[in-house]
């Protein structure tokens, strides 16, 4: 294995909350080989779903947005953003 494919990518997912079925679909294709791991994201048009969704995967609150752009500006901050 290179660098490159040992090295874990985080992700940021858009929808996929609390009533999807996909969404569950893409967390789990995201875990089988264990090159990705999902740190942020917008669960849900309603911040306080959105929050509470992320934090049942184990998302810290303050990675959960209320939308993409918002997403988009925190994490590309970040060391480890997405």
């Known amino acids: 294995m290179t660098s ?4 874990k990518l985080f ?6 909350g609390p009533k999807s079925w996909i969404g ?10 264990d090159h990705y791991e999902i740190v942020a994201g917008v ?7 959105s929050k ?3 934090k049942s995967l ?3 609150s303050d990675r959960c947005y209320s939308n993409y752009k ?4 925190k994490e590309c901050k970040k060391k480890n953003g997405i």
């Open 43 to 49: 669960f849900s048009r309603n911040p306080k779903i």
């Open 70 to 73: 918002e997403m988009a500006e």
């Open 11 to 16: 992700l940021g997912i858009v929808g996929g």
């Open 24 to 33: 569950n679909v893409h967390r789990i294709a995201s875990r089988f080989d």
């Open 58 to 60: 184990g998302i810290s």
């Open 52 to 54: 509470m969704f992320g």
């Open 4 to 7: 490159i494919q040992s090295k």
